[in-house]
């Protein structure tokens, strides 16, 4: 059966550190709800309650459209392999963009992404675990390099102008804020 935690356990954050996947909800107030899969080495655990994911560029924003108007995001684990579990991470969330110096309090924990958009810093308010029983085994069988290598063959200056073509508003209109200074 599934628990509610106040916090991210020592063997929740080795769960979370050795999931290749993580999905990202967020909502505004009206508008559609997102799901995002995101993959890659950018999460971190960086105390009990606390995490910071890297973004990087992709499709959409709606992530960063979704916390500038309502802070509140979900975060959940799947073990496709090994011992079944899902884990949940609710809480409040801040979008942090290269103009700001809480961008480079983190930057620093991940591995260098030209792709890199935003950071996002999650306040933890409650940690929920369940079964995951049904969730499918699946073997993992490597990362898919193709967005970063996108990335670095784009540079700084053409993902700054995909930014500014394809990640400054959402699907709903919203605004993203991505280069605004």
Same mark, same amino acid.
């Given at each position: 059966? *599934?628990?509610?935690? +106040? ?10 550190? $050795? ?6 909800? @967020?909502?505004?107030?009206? *508008?559609? !709800? ?22 990087? @560029?992709?499709?959409? $924003?709606? @992530?960063?459209a979704h916390l500038i108007r309502n802070d509140r995001m979900t ?5 496709? +392999? ?30 260098? $992404? ?9 306040? !933890? ?9 049904? !969730? ?5 069988? +490597? ?11 784009? *540079? ?11 990640? @400054?508003?959402?699907?709903? *209109? ?8």
């Open positions: 059966m *599934g628990k509610k935690i +106040e916090h991210i356990t020592a063997d929740l954050q080795d769960f979370i550190e $050795n999931q290749k996947i993580f999905f990202v909800g @967020t909502a505004s107030r009206d *508008g559609t !709800v997102n799901v995002s899969p995101k993959g890659t080495d950018s999460l971190r655990v960086i105390g009990k309650n606390k995490i910071v994911w890297l973004n990087l @560029t992709g499709s959409g $924003n709606e @992530t960063a975060i959940m684990f799947c073990a496709f +392999e090994g011992k079944p579990l899902i884990l949940r991470l609710y809480g409040k969330a801040k979008i942090y963009h290269k103009r700001d110096s809480d961008f480079y309090k983190y930057i620093s924990l991940f591995p260098e $992404n030209v792709g890199g958009r935003q950071i996002i810093e999650m306040d !933890v308010d409650l940690v929920q675990t369940s079964c995951g029983l049904a !969730v499918p085994l699946m073997d993992f069988k +490597e990362e898919r390099t193709t967005l970063n290598t996108w990335a670095e063959k784009q *540079g700084k200056d053409k993902i700054e102008e995909y930014w500014k073509n394809k990640n @400054t508003t959402s699907i709903d *209109g919203f605004e993203t804020k991505i280069l605004d200074d």
